[in-house]
């Protein structure tokens, strides 16, 4: 089992950047798949990014494509999202998810961190 916890959120210009930082605990965090979803007002949860277990491998949804970027630090049993160019599309609630390596269901999600882009 693995514990989540988001960090990172706030208020932020159009046009600016945010990292949002995703800290676990537990155990084995290294065979673990994490993902980046957000949900917007009025919007259906989406996936927003998602990161093998060794980092290698990466998806982006269209939307974010070239603006945000996911990575992974084993050795401190966290993942980021790094957000630049943020618009006002991005306001939503982020959440970090795990999967276990070749899951297919995210079984452990943090509380979320809000990001709140203004025009």
């Known amino acids: 089992q693995v514990q989540l916890v988001e960090s990172g959120g706030g208020l932020v210009q159009a046009g600016g950047s945010l990292r949002l930082s995703c800290a676990a605990s537990?155990?084995?965090?290294?065979?673990?798949?994490m993902g980046w979803f957000r949900q917007g007002p009025g919007k259906e949860r989406e996936l927003v990014a998602h990161i093998s277990p060794s980092g290698r491998t990466t998806y982006y949804a269209d939307s974010v494509k070239g603006r945000f970027t996911i990575s992974r630090d084993n050795a401190k049993n966290t993942v980021y999202l790094q957000m630049n160019s943020l618009k006002p599309d991005d306001t939503a609630a982020y959440y970090c998810a795990a999967r276990w390596v070749n899951s297919n269901n995210y079984a452990y999600w943090g509380q979320g961190t809000q990001v709140t882009v203004s025009s």
């Open positions: 537990g155990r084995a965090f290294v065979n673990y798949e």
